[in-house]
């Protein structure tokens, strides 16, 4: 399906997956799966791209063993946290001189568009940069002032900690994850979802070219069912991350809470957008429409309601439509493609369906989606922009749909705009756009959400803290100072004077 334009495949990229069969990474090594292997396809044309280890419970198991004896038997937890930043920068470095090749794979195995692949490649490296530096500088020894004793905390790092990502960030978020773990000084086994295996395999291999020690970082391949759910009812694991959808979310949180296992839950979102009459039309609406065009919609903190006041809402809407019918979908790899396919069949039948339950439950189509063929991409998962507007409670306005879908409504008042921007199950993000930074900071600091953005949707930056509430997460988020310490246990000890 080569085009002119078409980006070609570095030859890295092309050795990696033509092997054979791409292990997953154990003990510093590649190791086949005893549950047999499964196939990670291209979402632009459907065709496989590489075959993968599938890990049974035994190999999960077997990979938290060694992610313990690695944590109690080698130098890396007990390490200062120069020496362990000097391995971390190394790492950093290492994925940095592959950028291109991570990219690639990110953008082959997600459908992403590759100048989005490779912002999500540089956010890894930052993450890991970020983390590191912070170490260096944190106070891991606290002095207690109480009278007739000798007291004071010290932070230890707990020991193998576990983490399952989902395929619409694959190495960006096995960043997040890893990040404020490592630098702690903790072991890791990461379980990437099986839509999107690639970066994290190939970043064993950097690792341990980059010298992180053999049994540091630990990537187990595999089903969400077998794999995933071993991992997440592993007793020995001292933390458990998931991030993912709030259904598996809640049984990996009864998996670690029948063993008492500490667990970060990011979960999804139905983010709300309050736009008020005096913001700029064009200006706002090309945010919204780059908003929910990225990565195909499938973003987590995306907003998905589109609460638009009144005075302006059918100017805000024709300029919308307009800009959204502009969007050229294409094969990730092509130049110029703007919004590449969704993940898989499944995660497109989810969207159709979406459009279609919505509009029989009393939505109307603003701009009509839906799947769509992109010529010279074979069985490519495509989909157009779409927008619906109704009550707001239709189904399609108050569940994740997780595709380029916005569901627009009206507000008048400032209190109605939040009142609705509130009415949900979930609270990971919303943004408010104003003129008037008084009324945004008013509105922002009221959503009952995680994140709230102020003239712009998808603000991401490290040292914020992310997380979500309600039905969008629990157990501290990420991202921040906060979550370094969330890797590190403290104990109090006393001495009565
Ligand atoms: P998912 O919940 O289906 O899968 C996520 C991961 O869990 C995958 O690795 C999967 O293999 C694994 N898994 C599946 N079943 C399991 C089980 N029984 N036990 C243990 N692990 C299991 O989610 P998805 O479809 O891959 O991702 C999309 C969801 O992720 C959306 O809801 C999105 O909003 C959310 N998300 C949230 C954030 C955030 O930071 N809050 C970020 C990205 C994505």
Redesign the pocket.
């Known amino acids: 399906m080569a085009t002119a334009e078409q980006i070609q495949l570095l030859p890295e990229v092309e050795a990696f997956i033509s092997q054979g069969l791409i292990g997953a990474w154990i003990d510093g090594r590649a190791r086949e799966g005893s549950d047999g292997t499964f196939t990670t396809l291209n979402p632009g044309n459907g065709q496989k791209i590489s075959e993968i280890a599938a890990c049974s419970p035994v190999d999960v198991n077997r990979a938290v063993d060694v992610a313990l004896e690695t944590f109690n038997h080698s130098e890396w937890s007990k390490m200062p946290a120069n020496e362990r930043g000097v391995l971390l920068h190394r790492l950093a470095e290492a994925v940095e001189s592959k950028k291109h090749v991570f990219a690639q794979l990110e953008a082959l195995d997600a459908g992403k568009v590759l100048s989005q692949a490779e912002g999500d490649v540089q956010n890894f490296i930052d993450t890991i940069r970020y983390f590191t530096d912070l170490a260096q500088h944190a106070q891991l020894r606290n002095v207690l002032a109480v009278r007739g004793h000798d007291a004071w905390t010290v932070r230890h790092p707990w020991g193998p900690c576990g983490f ?6 694959p190495f960006l ?1 096995v960043g997040w994850g890893i990040g404020p773990a490592l630098a702690a000084g903790n072991t890791v086994v990461i ?5 999107t295996p690639l970066t994290a395999l190939y970043l064993g291999q950097v690792a341990k070219e980059a010298g992180i020690p053999d049994g540091v970082i630990n990537i187990v391949s595999g ?3 077998t ?3 071993a ?2 009812g592993n007793p020995k694991l001292k933390r458990m991350s ?8 809640r ?2 949180a009864e ?1 670690c809470g029948r063993n008492l296992v500490p667990v970060k839950c ?4 139905k983010g709300a957008a309050v736009i008020f009459d005096d913001v700029n039309i064009p200006e706002t609406a090309k945010k919204l429409v780059e908003a929910i065009t990225f990565h195909t919609g ?4 995306d907003a998905t309601r589109w609460l638009v006041h009144e005075n302006i809402y059918d100017e805000f809407i024709d300029e919308c439509v307009v800009r959204l019918n502009r969007i050229k979908v294409g094969y990730q790899l092509d130049r110029g493609t703007q919004m590449g396919p969704v993940v898989n069949e499944k995660q497109r039948q989810r969207i159709i369906g979406y459009l279609d339950k919505g509009t029989k439950s009393g939505a109307d189509f603003v701009l009509e989606g839906g799947a769509c063929e992109v010529e010279g991409s074979g069985e490519g998962y495509y989909v157009k922009p779409a927008l619906l507007a109704g009550p707001l409670d239709n189904v399609a306005a108050r569940e ?1 749909i ?1 595709g380029p879908v916005a569901y627009l409504g009206k507000f008048q008042s400032e209190s109605e705009g939040i009142e609705r921007a509130n009415d949900t199950d979930y609270g ?1 993000a919303n943004s408010v756009w104003t003129a008037d930074l008084a009324r945004a900071q008013r509105v922002a600091e009221a959503f009952n959400a995680g994140n709230g953005w102020i003239n712009a949707h998808n603000v991401i930056a490290h040292g914020i803290p ?1 997380a ?1 509430v309600n039905n ?2 629990m157990g501290g988020g ?1 991202l921040s100072p906060e979550t370094y310490f969330d890797y590190l246990r403290s104990i109090s000890v006393v001495r009565p004077l």
Do not use: H, R
């Open positions: 399952i990502v989902p395929w619409n960030f978020l379980k990437p979802a099986e839509d089903y969400g069912e794999a995933g759910a991992l997440a998931f991030t993912g959808s709030p259904e598996v979310g049984m990996v998996a990011e979960l999804g979102g499938q973003v987590c903190c994740e997780f990971l992310y979500g969008s997460g990420v």
